[in-house]
């Protein structure tokens, strides 16, 4: 039996832009996650992605990623170990300090790039179709507001 909470007597949760922004980014995450793997790629997975954000095409030296991402080095190392078994990226001695390695793509990561370029505009296009384009641009304007570091 699943227990039931007493929503009478909860206090109800604030509806704060926290909350909407994380349900529209899951949201954009998973369509986009799911088009990829159709697209053939069905290596591709959401905590993938979060480590492929953080290698640029020219690729990047594998310390540089675990400073980027705030996760163990382990974690970083299973997420590479992974992808480097499906062929996506490479790791070959860092040019700069040969201790270290440096991460890049194969022709396999960098046509799933290709195809991710693709695929975002696509979803861009159905935003844009749902909101209208009006509200699109005002919606891209106010997150980019958002991003930018406040002066102090």
Do not use: C, N
Request: net charge neutral; charged share 30%; aromatic share 6%.
């Amino acid at each position: 039996m699943v227990k039931q909470l007493d929503e009478k007597d909860a206090k109800a949760l604030p509806d704060h832009i926290g909350w909407r922004l994380w349900q529209a980014s899951r949201a954009w995450q998973a369509e986009f996650a799911e088009a990829m793997r159709a697209a053939g790629h069905g290596w591709f997975s959401e905590g993938r992605a979060g480590l492929l954000g953080h290698i640029p095409r020219r690729g990047t030296r594998q310390a540089a990623l675990i400073e980027r991402m705030g996760i163990s080095k382990q974690a970083v190392q299973q997420l590479l170990d992974g992808l480097e078994a499906e062929g996506v990226i490479e790791r070959a001695p860092d040019p700069e300090d040969k201790r270290g390695k440096f991460v890049r793509y194969t022709s396999k990561g960098l046509a799933a790039l290709d195809d991710g370029d693709h695929i975002k505009i696509d979803i861009e296009k159905r935003y844009r179709e749902r909101l209208g384009e009006g509200s699109f641009e005002a919606l891209m304007a106010a997150l980019r507001g958002l991003a930018e570091p406040q002066a102090s």
